[in-house]
């Protein structure tokens, strides 16, 4: 049978019977497909929040990555692609961030939206929508309701109650009656009954989330923790200090009396930090409250026999020897109980604790099989119980499954890939480094290493409460990488990642300002970069060799620079990569405070405030022009930065260019800036909010001139922030882009139309760096002796040239330049392959008449200018099976001219193809 497919769309049949053709069906799905590659970490960073079991099916929700299901108790994982991605139609795009689930036995409800796990300003959630966030995944993310699905898990809808607004009207807001938009904190299910919580309102559904009842805040406006049904209808809902309980199904609440507070505790609070109810699935009389306190530290446990109506104190504060949450509590507090007996319940946080009746507690602390690798999570966040005694622990790191009455722990992690990753960088060798939160920091794996896995750079007493920022591997000798971290710091390693040291020397006596001389102001005041920040300062390691970059006498050939962004001002460090041992680093400030125009020592509590800045991006050209993009949106460029012997005049200095950028920008979060490796007036420049205007990437094509002019082109981008910034060194005009929403390229920037590149495989999830592979790395024996051989290495072209990029949530993947940039090299259509295009003239539509005799693995089609301007393009979004297929594919509005069509695609067995149609537009 001969198929028409809809480009963007799903299927429809041609109906061949009286030879004509039927009109095509235009559905909307995804419109791209790339075949990336996992590269993990798979086995450190793992951010999961909840899990449940449906019958036989387990799911897990990750705070970033999305939902994943299992058929075979946890032993393998696959990510459920009906909640991740658009289908049906759906013109709106997907939230994959997974806060609460639930279940009636048959339905499933998965609750999305920001939860607080990371939030250096300390800022109230209920302030979050009147914030302008720049920093991912400071705040979560915004939530789109609830998404329910009555199949298994095979496909997903938000179009209920819980969500009365459409693409892309989005933000961190919770105020659902202004909005329109809920982010969810728990989920209670009593067969239609159901009660969401967000972090100030409570949710009741009567018929399964059909039509939503809000019931309010509760008294004194106290966040909202969690919520759960009782017998009788009776709900729970606790906030960070008290319990509260209806009896008329949600309609008025009242305080609960008769906790008694543990000896020591004073005062009305319960707890403080936290509080989280659960009741007992086989007898939902049964209810158990566990709470922190302010300090995040367990402040007690009760159990209630009858409902609520009295309450029996079972654990007491904690103490060293019952160190439940370890100072975690107000950010995680898991309790589950048992659904075969009510009466045994498991606690965690920091650690992991089992209660019943008969044993008492006992802390799950089984003995680690490899204890880089394979550990209980380091913040556990929920537990499923299994069938035979089993658990599955959830929480931050790699899943686990605790087995043999919790004696034993086992890998449950397969098929799962859920880390935040900030940076990512490749050496010519395949070493791959990544930076994020706890637990993966700052982690590496070689080409050899097993796949998926990577090793945790032990660190001991060296710890920080921020994520590990950027980081960077050399190409000159790729065993240095750096990374740096919060208050301005840096630190290096000459070991291929094994260890890492600080990395500072005293700056050069010819730094251009007398006043900044060592001997003027003591290192470790001034002179010290290490002394200001917050957070993470932008940097970057620019080099330029030759072929050879390891001679044979032992020596490096060619030249390093690293700049870097404080915030006391920008320095450079000269030869960071020693060549000889005459090349010694040097740090030298090239601008003051003042120039560079930031605050320093700034605090976590006050970086968001718009009166302050500190430097959030920086890009350096092969002149050695730094630009740097700050956090309220200034932009500043500096000249010759590497050159520090020249006397600073204005041409010189730092250069004050926010002016150009202020229509568009308009104070907002600098996240991204990113120059043409062969084209220094190419400059383009991102927002990383999701405040103001929908811009939020802006380009110049004449970046050195003395006022650059730039010109936004976010038009066809969501409407969310963008993160990070790629220019395809090997085109002249193809930029990458990553945003909360995946990544995307332009072909062209100068007529900017953009692709999605990430929906269907990695999903669309926050993509917060971009880099490429373009060397190996070859040593060559040269001479010498056997014992003491001479070596020289060169850098060569790699084959494949892959493009990789971080992930906020689905950890790093890879992808080959062929597929990321075109197909290039495509030879002639393969015998008994053949295309056609119709109509010719064309208006608003095309049509592609494909046959294929063996399939096909990919199929693209991009329409061009006569000069070469690409003006539209399009991937289809699943590999075709052999046989006729039509493809429709709706052409954007174009001005009357002649065009040229070019398809290219690989066939079944992995032949590129490509043909090419001239096309008159009248």
């Not at 919580?197 to 406006?221: C, E, M, W």
């Not at 089984?366 to 690798?373: K, L, R, S």
């Not at 089993?390 to 004696?407: A, C, F, K, N, S």
């Not at 040229?900 to 066939?907: F, M, S, W, Y």
């Amino acid at each position: 049978m001969r198929q028409l497919f809809a480009l963007g769309g799903a299927l429809a049949l041609l109906l061949l019977a009286l030879a004509w053709r039927a009109t095509p069906t235009q559905l909307r799905v995804s419109s791209s497909y790339f075949p990336w590659e996992p590269v993990g970490p798979v086995n450190l960073g793992h951010n999961l929040i909840t899990g449940l079991r449906v019958g036989n099916v387990l799911y897990v929700g990750s705070a970033f990555g999305g939902l994943f299901r299992s058929t075979d108790n946890g032993r393998s994982w696959e990510v459920v692609l009906g909640f991740n991605l658009n289908q049906n139609g759906e013109g709106v795009y997907r939230c994959p961030a997974v806060t609460a689930l639930g279940t009636d036995g048959t339905r499933l409800y998965v609750g999305t939206g920001a939860i607080v796990q990371y939030n250096p300003s300390g800022i109230s959630p209920s302030a979050v929508a009147t914030t302008a966030p720049g920093l991912v995944g400071a705040f979560g993310r915004p939530g789109m309701g609830v998404f329910v699905s009555s199949d298994g898990g095979n496909t997903f809808s938000n179009q209920n109650s819980t969500w009365k607004l459409t693409y892309p009207a989005l933000s961190y807001a919770n105020d659902y009656a202004n909005t329109g938009i809920l982010n969810v904190v728990d989920i209670a299910v009593n067969a239609t009954k159901v009660a969401i919580l967000t972090p100030d309102s409570l949710f009741l559904s009567t018929d399964g989330l059909v039509t939503l009842q809000g019931v309010g805040r509760i008294a004194g406006g106290r966040r909202l923790r969690s919520v759960a049904w009782g017998a009788n209808d009776a709900l729970f809902v606790t906030t960070n200090d008290s319990i509260y309980r209806s009896t008329d199904g949600g309609q008025s609440f009242v305080p609960l009396s008769g906790l008694q507070l543990p000896p020591g505790v004073t005062g009305s609070s319960l707890g403080g930090g936290n509080a989280v109810v659960r009741t007992a699935p086989s007898d939902p009389s049964k209810v158990y409250l566990a709470t922190a306190n302010a300090s995040g530290t367990l402040v007690a446990v009760w159990a209630s026999p009858d409902n609520g109506d009295t309450w029996t104190r079972i654990a007491n504060q904690e103490t060293p020897s019952f160190a439940v949450l370890g100072g975690q509590g107000v950010s995680t507090l898991a309790l589950e109980i048992d659904p075969a007996d009510p009466t045994h319940f498991l606690l965690g946080g920091a650690t992991l604790w089992e209660f019943s009746p008969v044993q008492g507690w006992q802390r799950i602390n089984p003995a680690n099989q490899d204890p880089i690798i394979l550990r209980l999570p380091a913040l556990i966040r929920d537990v499923v119980f299994l069938p035979n005694g089993e658990w599955l622990v959830i929480g931050d790191g790699r899943l686990v499954r605790v087995t043999q009455g919790g004696t034993r722990i086992e890998d449950a992690s397969k098929g799962i890939q859920a880390a935040r990753v900030l940076s990512v960088a490749v050496s010519p060798r395949g070493d791959v480094y990544a930076s994020g939160p706890s637990p993966v920091l700052i982690t590496s794996r070689r080409e050899a290493d097993p796949a998926g896995l990577f090793r945790l750079v032990p660190l001991g007493t060296f710890t920080v409460s921020s994520p590990f920022g950027h980081v960077a591997v050399s190409s000159i000798d790729p065993d240095i990488s750096f990374f740096s971290y919060q208050a301005g710091r840096l630190r290096t390693s000459q070991d291929r990642g094994q260890n890492y040291v600080s990395f500072y020397t005293a700056p050069a006596s010819s730094s251009f300002d007398g006043t900044f001389i060592q001997s003027s102001s003591g290192a470790v005041t001034d002179d010290r970069p290490d002394a200001y920040g917050p957070l993470y300062p932008p940097f970057a390691l620019v080099e330029k060799f030759g072929e050879k970059v390891l001679n044979r006498d032992g020596t490096r050939s060619g030249t390093s620079y690293l700049f870097i962004a404080t915030g006391r001002g920008l320095w450079t460090i000269t030869n960071p990569i020693s060549t000889n041992p005459d090349t010694i680093p040097h740090w030298n400030r090239v601008s003051g405070t003042t120039g560079i125009g930031v605050n320093a020592n700034l605090t976590y509590a006050n970086y968001l405030n718009s009166s302050n800045a500190i430097p959030t991006a920086l890009a350096a050209d092969s002149a050695y022009t730094v630009w740097i993009g700050t956090s309220n949106g200034q932009l500043l460029r500096v000249k010759n930065a590497h050159d520090i012997t020249i006397d600073r005049t204005l041409q010189d200095g730092v250069e004050d260019l926010t002016a150009a950028l202020l229509a568009g920008v308009g104070g907002r979060y600098i996240s991204a800036v990113a120059v043409h490796p062969k084209n220094p007036d190419l400059l383009a420049v991102a927002v990383g909010s999701y405040a103001g205007p929908a811009d939020r990437i802006f380009l110049s094509t004449n970046a050195t001139a003395s006022t650059p002019t730039f010109t936004a082109i976010s038009t066809g981008l969501p409407d969310v922030p963008v993160y990070s910034l790629f220019f395809y060194p090997d085109s002249s005009y193809l930029l990458f882009a990553g945003t909360e929403w995946g990544l995307w390229r332009c072909m062209d920037v100068r007529t900017p139309t953009w692709e999605e590149m990430t929906g269907e495989v990695v999903g669309r999830v926050p993509v917060t760096a971009i880099t490429w592979k373009p060397y190996r790395y070859q040593v060559d024996t040269v001479g010498g002796t056997p014992d003491l051989p001479q070596v020289e290495a060169r850098l060569l072209p790699d084959p494949e040239k892959p493009l990789y990029i971080a992930t906020w949530g689905r950890g790093i993947w890879k992808l080959s330049s062929r597929f990321a940039t075109s197909l290039v090299g495509a030879g002639a259509l393969p015998r008994g392959l053949s295309v056609s295009v119709y109509p010719n003239p064309f208006q608003s539509q095309l049509f592609l008449e494909v046959r294929l005799p063996e399939g096909a693995r990919q199929l693209t089609y991009r329409l061009y200018t006569l000069d070469g301007r690409c003006v539209a393009a399009e991937t289809y979004s699943r590999a075709l099976p052999a046989g006729y297929h039509t493809l429709a594919w709706p052409v954007p509005a174009l001005p009357a001219g002649l065009y040229v069509l070019r398809v290219e695609g690989a066939d079944g067995a992995g032949r590129q193809f490509a043909t090419s149609f001239k096309l008159l537009h009248p």
